[in-house]
């Protein structure tokens, strides 16, 4: 049993037992292994990726809403925070948006080998998962590591149901996102982001940007790739 762990799920109201702590174990053991032979995760000493892999994705439990929710984690790479929230959260339904084809390979497997009923992927970019029946489908989405503010605010919030909010790990520089940031949300019907610092270590410190969705965002949006070309969201 981890004590951060089983800390970081009490901080939210929540209990892990022995079962949850040897699925979270077992992740790991899965993404390591796989990590020898496609690149999951830049992280491959063991006590690094506890911290970094389980004990970051921990953080975003208290700011889920209690009872069954809908999760998507946009650009899941190896799976996290995905898989470890749909752990911690078995009421929680959880999608893995990755549009890499081997990455979303590895991901159904692992899924599969932990016995994870709550979860599926989809093998697309988010652009594409928003033109479907997953657009404004979801309570929560998440992400982490994927882009700036700005493009991740027009790839999440597209999938975000009003009333529902998006979830970003970010680093401590993400007030310089913020400029560009703000236009690009208000756009896409978000509502003001509001910083939450998170200090895991005393020396890892990163921040949770929370981005409620008030508005129904326009179905012009999220534009192709081959439009964005890094073009920030702009009033016309």
Same mark, same amino acid.
């Given at each position: 049993?981890?004590?951060q762990?089983?800390?970081?799920?009490?901080?939210a109201?929540?209990?892990?037992?022995?079962?949850?702590?040897?699925?979270?174990?077992?992740y790991?053991?899965?993404l390591?292994?796989a990590?020898?032979?496609?690149n /999951?995760?830049?992280? #491959?000493?063991r006590? +690094? @990726?506890e911290l970094h892999?389980?004990?970051?994705s921990?953080? $975003?439990?208290?700011f889920?809403?209690?009872?069954?929710l809908?999760?998507?984690?946009?650009g899941?790479g190896g799976?996290?925070p995905?898989?470890?929230l749909a752990?911690?959260?078995?009421?929680?339904?959880?999608? /893995?948006?990755e549009? #890499?084809k081997k990455? +979303? @390979?590895?991901l159904?497997?692992?899924i599969?080998e932990l016995? $994870?009923?709550?979860?599926?992927?989809t093998?697309?970019r988010?652009?594409?998962a928003a033109?479907?029946?997953?657009?404004?489908?979801?309570d929560?989405?998440?992400?982490r590591a994927?882009?700036?503010?700005?493009? /991740?605010a027009e790839?999440?919030?597209?999938l975000v149901?009003i009333?529902?909010?998006?979830?970003?790990?970010?680093?401590?520089?993400?007030a310089?996102?913020?400029p560009?940031a703000?236009e690009?949300?208000?756009?896409l019907?978000?509502?003001?982001?509001v910083?939450?610092?998170?200090?895991?270590?005393?020396?890892?410190?990163h921040?949770i940007?929370?981005?409620?969705?008030?508005t129904k965002?326009?179905?012009?949006?999220?534009?192709?790739?081959s439009?964005?070309?890094g073009?920030?969201l702009?009033?016309?």
């Amino acid at each position: 049993m981890n004590p951060q762990w089983t800390a970081l799920a009490a901080n939210a109201g929540r209990t892990l037992d022995a079962a949850q702590h040897e699925r979270l174990h077992r992740y790991l053991d899965l993404l390591l292994a796989a990590n020898e032979t496609m690149n /999951l995760t830049r992280i #491959t000493d063991r006590a +690094a @990726a506890e911290l970094h892999h389980i004990s970051d994705s921990l953080t $975003l439990l208290p700011f889920l809403p209690a009872g069954e929710l809908r999760l998507a984690d946009v650009g899941s790479g190896g799976g996290v925070p995905g898989i470890p929230l749909a752990i911690a959260r078995p009421d929680a339904y959880v999608v /893995l948006i990755e549009s #890499t084809k081997k990455k +979303a @390979a590895f991901l159904r497997k692992a899924i599969a080998e932990l016995g $994870l009923t709550n979860v599926s992927v989809t093998d697309q970019r988010a652009e594409e998962a928003a033109r479907t029946g997953k657009r404004a489908s979801f309570d929560i989405v998440v992400a982490r590591a994927v882009a700036t503010l700005d493009f /991740l605010a027009e790839y999440c919030l597209p999938l975000v149901k009003i009333g529902g909010k998006m979830l970003a790990m970010k680093g401590p520089k993400v007030a310089e996102e913020l400029p560009a940031a703000r236009e690009a949300i208000r756009i896409l019907g978000g509502g003001e982001p509001v910083i939450h610092p998170v200090e895991l270590d005393g020396t890892d410190r990163h921040v949770i940007v929370e981005i409620p969705k008030r508005t129904k965002t326009s179905d012009k949006f999220p534009r192709p790739p081959s439009e964005q070309k890094g073009r920030s969201l702009r009033a016309s």
